[in-house]
């Protein structure tokens, strides 16, 4: 099949075309061609959303050093076999604390020695964390099973001790009360989460 030929003035031709094209498409002379902004530009991305800012907690857990501890009887909430009562922690530093869980509680008689401690806990959702300032307080709800429902040697627990501090590491808060305890260690204590006082 023959070779097709081109004329010897096509490509001339050809770049004029291209010239005149593209300078049809510019703008008059001292006019500036218009450009779609990225503001304007439908494909261009939307900008972020400040995310809402939730509850602040502090860094710092609370520990045993910072607080105070007070139990508060319930009697009208009490029955012949459950003991009932709250326990109230107080932040009695000067810096803010954290807190999160069921703290430690012990029942302890007049020598020092454990009498009973908790065993099980009082409710079944997990707690939400909270954040202690100075001078604010929470509350742990506790049930103690009174003596009258064992075959024991009765004692008297005549110190709660509550630890918050992690791993139980710290001294304990004590606080005074007086609570009828099986002797053997058999009484049942059951304490729930710590919660803000109301």
């Given at each position: 099949?023959?070779?097709t030929?081109?004329?010897p003035?096509?490509?001339?031709?050809l770049?004029a075309?291209a010239?005149?094209?593209?300078?049809g498409c510019t703008a008059?002379t001292g006019?500036?061609?218009t450009?779609?902004s990225?503001?304007?530009s439908?494909?261009?991305?939307?900008?972020?959303?400040?995310?809402?800012?939730?509850?602040?907690?502090?860094?710092?857990?609370?520990v045993d050093?910072?607080?105070?501890a007070e139990?508060v009887a319930r009697?009208e909430?009490?029955?012949a076999?459950i003991?009932?009562?709250t326990?109230?922690?107080?932040n009695a530093?000067?810096q803010?604390?954290?807190?999160?869980?069921w703290?430690g509680?012990l029942?302890l008689?007049?020598?020092g020695?454990?009498?009973t401690s908790?065993?099980?806990?009082?409710?079944?959702?997990?707690?939400?964390p909270?954040?202690?300032a100075p001078g604010e307080s929470?509350?742990?709800d506790?049930?103690l099973?009174r003596?009258?429902?064992?075959?024991c040697t009765?004692?008297?627990?005549?110190t709660?001790?509550v630890?918050?501090t992690s791993?139980?590491?710290?001294?304990?808060?004590d606080?005074?009360s007086l609570?009828?305890?099986?002797?053997?260690?058999?009484?049942h204590?059951?304490?729930?989460p710590?919660?803000?006082a109301?």
């Amino acid at each position: 099949m023959p070779a097709t030929r081109m004329h010897p003035a096509a490509p001339a031709t050809l770049f004029a075309a291209a010239v005149l094209t593209l300078v049809g498409c510019t703008a008059p002379t001292g006019e500036t061609p218009t450009t779609l902004s990225a503001e304007a530009s439908p494909t261009a991305a939307a900008a972020p959303r400040a995310k809402p800012v939730g509850p602040k907690w502090s860094d710092e857990r609370c520990v045993d050093e910072q607080l105070t501890a007070e139990v508060v009887a319930r009697r009208e909430y009490s029955d012949a076999e459950i003991e009932r009562f709250t326990i109230v922690l107080t932040n009695a530093s000067d810096q803010a604390c954290s807190y999160f869980g069921w703290p430690g509680v012990l029942l302890l008689d007049d020598d020092g020695n454990v009498q009973t401690s908790t065993d099980t806990s009082i409710g079944s959702k997990t707690p939400e964390p909270g954040t202690l300032a100075p001078g604010e307080s929470t509350h742990t709800d506790a049930e103690l099973t009174r003596i009258s429902t064992y075959d024991c040697t009765p004692t008297i627990a005549t110190t709660t001790r509550v630890r918050v501090t992690s791993d139980g590491a710290g001294p304990g808060i004590d606080a005074p009360s007086l609570f009828e305890v099986c002797a053997d260690d058999e009484s049942h204590l059951a304490t729930g989460p710590q919660t803000p006082a109301p």
